[in-house]
């Protein structure tokens, strides 16, 4: 083990079977280990019978914990910091002492293991080759339907975390933004008893989860199947130019754009791409 080093070790999500041997020995060997939560952490800890002491790190004193393991690890430490569950910093805590640990001329070394997101890309039957983790959704419903819009266009596959008492609220949104027909797989509780991973379009899935009660309990993936790329020489034709051009008199760019797109029955990225040339060329 490197001296003076802060781990970052992955735990399990559920199922205590996929802690890695190498984590296990960095838990028992380094002098202090930073938790999101001691209380937590101390039953995965007492499992398999660590006692190494360990100080709370979490989002509301991270800043300032950040300063006292840089003083430690300057003192020969060796320090390890895990979240709740899986991988650390992915939706968690820890990016600011990881800055402060590494600006700070110490080594950081991932020790790597569970993560709920990769298990559930893997096993979701949706392309892997690219894709877009979004954390949360914001739990206010305005600020939700603006995140989901923003990315409604992308073409990678669409990764979010949810809590169970804001899922439907989540489904209902993307049903709003996305349509009934796009295609999402959910996954609830991986790696534990109750593992569950179905996929349907949203219309489908949203009536699966409101006939039963069991599949909104647990912590949840959202994976959601990217939006169709446009095709190729997608150019838009002489009346789509019309319709936009007269719009842009009187609209926005974004406005316009929009308008055309529905009245054209056309991909609103690509009017808002003409559009923005017009105004090039323009001089506006």
Request: proline residues 4%.
């Amino acid at each position: 083990m490197t001296a003076a080093c802060l781990y970052i070790v992955s735990t399990p999500i559920g199922n205590l079977g996929d802690i890695s041997a190498r984590a296990l020995e960095t838990l028992q060997s380094v002098e202090l280990i930073a938790a999101e939560d001691t209380r937590h952490s101390a039953r995965l800890l007492q499992h398999f019978g660590i006692t190494t002491p360990m100080w709370a790190l979490h989002d509301h004193n991270e800043r300032a914990q950040a300063d006292r393991i840089v003083q430690r690890l300057s003192e020969g430490a060796n320090i390890a910091l895990i979240s709740d569950a899986g991988t650390p910093l992915i939706s968690d805590p820890g990016f600011h002492l990881v800055r402060a640990v590494r600006n700070a001329g110490f080594q950081v070394v991932p020790v790597p293991g569970a993560c709920a997101l990769i298990a559930a890309l893997s096993a979701s039957g949706l392309p892997t080759d690219r894709f877009a983790f979004e954390g949360f959704v914001p739990a206010k419903n305005q600020a939700r339907l603006q995140r989901l819009q923003a990315v409604a266009e992308d073409t990678r596959t669409l990764m979010f975390y949810e809590s169970p008492h804001r899922l439907l609220e989540t489904l209902r949104a993307m049903l709003d933004v996305f349509g009934p027909d796009r295609y999402l797989v959910l996954a609830r509780e991986l790696t534990k008893t109750f593992e569950t991973i179905h996929g349907d379009s949203l219309g489908n899935l949203i009536e699966w989860v409101e006939a039963d009660a069991n599949q909104r309990k647990g912590e949840f993936v959202l994976l959601l199947q990217g939006a169709e790329p446009e095709a190729e020489g997608g150019d838009l034709g002489a009346e789509e130019l019309r319709v936009l051009s007269l719009l842009l008199e009187e609209l926005s760019v974004k406005q316009a754009s929009a308008l055309a797109a529905k009245i054209c029955s056309g991909k609103k990225k690509q009017f808002y791409q003409a559009a923005l040339a017009m105004r090039a060329d323009d001089g506006n």
